[in-house]
Every structure is written in structure tokens, then in C-alpha cells.
T-cell receptor
Framework: DAKTTQPPSMDCAEGRAANLPCNHSTISGNEYVYWYRQIHSQGPQYIIHGLKNNETNEMASLIITEDRKSSTLILPHATLRDTAVYYCIVSPVFQGGSEKLVFGKGTKLTVNP | NAGVTQTPKFQVLKTGQSMTLQCAQDMNHEYMSWYRQDPGMGLRLIHYSVGAGITDQGEVPNGYNVSRSTTEDFPLRLLSAAPSQTSVYFC????????????FGQGTRLTVV
């Protein structure tokens, strides 16, 4: 079973920031938080991951609470092309790679014009 | 750079037929995985491999066989297709380094009638 809880759907206006929450209250000290997204039934696409510090890349920012029980993915200026299902995944540090990802149902983000 | 290539993109099978879904990657990744995705659901892991000659079962392995004779290829075999195997299948690859991203193919949509 997925170790994360996400809202099933969210809406965002184009050009505004999209803030997608994820609850992972049972996360252990050796688990990272990963975010992937899936655009219209294409293969999932990696976005970002982190352990306890906030992370930023060209796609998004990841904010992890100090107790690590929840996180927020931020798309700073959402576009229509960001409409997708976003998956929050926890994965253990000791796992070699990303060969055993556990997906939940994710959050369907709809960016509106 | 092709990344992860899956063939075919679409397939219709009759119950009891066999077939092989092909997956190839050109990134020299050690780890490869197969997932299935049913409507409204996240991806579920079928089988995975951490290197040539090494495979292991995931969450939903029944009805599927895999082998890994080369680093590049990881075929998924359905020996006797059943309607319950109607799904979209995704192949993924990743490096053996820790905390790296998985790269996904574009999927194979399989219908068993």
C-alpha cells in the first residue's frame, strides 16, 4: 500500500502557483520523498525528490515540514501543460535505485485558463 | 537518445493467447521494472530486475513472466492472456545509484477479449 495521502483533485489558474500537498505521517528516517507526474496516460515523469531539506529545480520546489510528516510540491507558475496527475512517493534510502516505486492514486491537477 | 522504448503501443489479444511486451533502454541502466495501470489507479509493480540474469516479483506478478538476458532489454511475457490483464503497461529503468529517478516508457495499451 502507498504510504502517502494526497487530495484526489485540485484546480489552479494559469500563471498562478500550484501547491500540491502530500501527507506521509509514517515516513521513516531513511525514506526520501519523490514526486512524479503523469500527463494524459503518458509514462510518469520524474519531477523532484528530497530527504529533509527543501529542494528546487527547474520544474518545481519541494517543501518538507520539519517533522517530515508532510510535504508540498510547488509549481511556481502553472501552465496548461502542467495539467496532470501528480504522485507523491516515499522510497527508502537503502534501496538501490528506483526499481520498486509504490504509486498511490495521486492528485489530478487541472490548470484552468 | 531514445530512453525507454516499449513495443507495441497497442495490442488486442484473445483470451488464452500469449504475447511478449518488449522494453528496451539505451541508457545502460542496471535496474528495470514493469508496472501495470488500471483505470483511475496508480501504477502497480509487476516484476523488476536489478541486473542481467536477476529478476524478482513485485506486487502483482501472477500471470506474467520476465527474464533479463541483457542490460538493454526486459521483456514481459503473458503466457495465457486473461481479460483481467487488460491494462496499460509501463516499463521503467533507473541506475543502480541510490536516490535517482526512474525513466518510463510511453506504455503499451493491452486489451484482452
Amino acid at each position: 500500500d502507498a504510504k502517502t495521502t494526497q487530495p484526489p483533485s485540485m484546480d489552479c489558474a494559469e500563471g498562478r502557483a500550484a501547491n500540491l500537498p502530500c501527507n506521509h505521517s509514517t515516513i521513516s528516517g531513511n525514506e526520501y520523498v519523490y514526486w512524479y507526474r503523469q500527463i494524459h496516460s503518458q509514462g510518469p515523469q520524474y519531477i523532484i525528490h528530497g530527504l529533509k531539506n527543501n529542494e528546487t529545480n527547474e520544474m518545481a520546489s519541494l517543501i518538507i515540514t520539519e517533522d517530515r510528516k508532510s510535504s508540498t510540491l510547488i509549481l511556481p507558475h502553472a501552465t496548461l501543460r502542467d495539467t496532470a496527475v501528480y504522485y507523491c512517493i516515499v522510497s527508502p534510502v537503502f534501496q538501490g535505485g528506483s526499481e520498486k516505486l509504490v504509486f498511490g492514486k495521486g492528485t489530478k491537477l487541472t490548470v484552468n485558463p | 537518445n531514445a530512453g525507454v522504448t516499449q513495443t507495441p503501443k497497442f495490442q488486442v489479444l484473445k483470451t488464452g493467447q500469449s504475447m511478449t511486451l518488449q522494453c528496451a533502454q539505451d541508457m545502460n541502466h542496471e535496474y528495470m521494472s514493469w508496472y501495470r495501470q488500471d483505470p483511475g489507479m496508480g501504477l502497480r509493480l509487476i516484476h523488476y530486475s536489478v541486473g542481467a540474469g536477476i529478476t524478482d516479483q513485485g506486487e502483482v506478478p501472477n500471470g506474467y513472466n520476465v527474464s533479463r538476458s541483457t542490460t538493454e532489454d526486459f521483456p514481459l511475457r503473458l503466457l495465457s492472456a486473461a481479460p483481467s490483464q487488460t491494462s496499460v503497461y509501463f516499463c521503467a529503468s533507473s541506475t543502480e545509484m541510490r536516490n535517482t529517478e526512474a525513466f518510463f516508457g510511453q506504455g503499451t495499451r493491452l486489451t484482452v477479449v
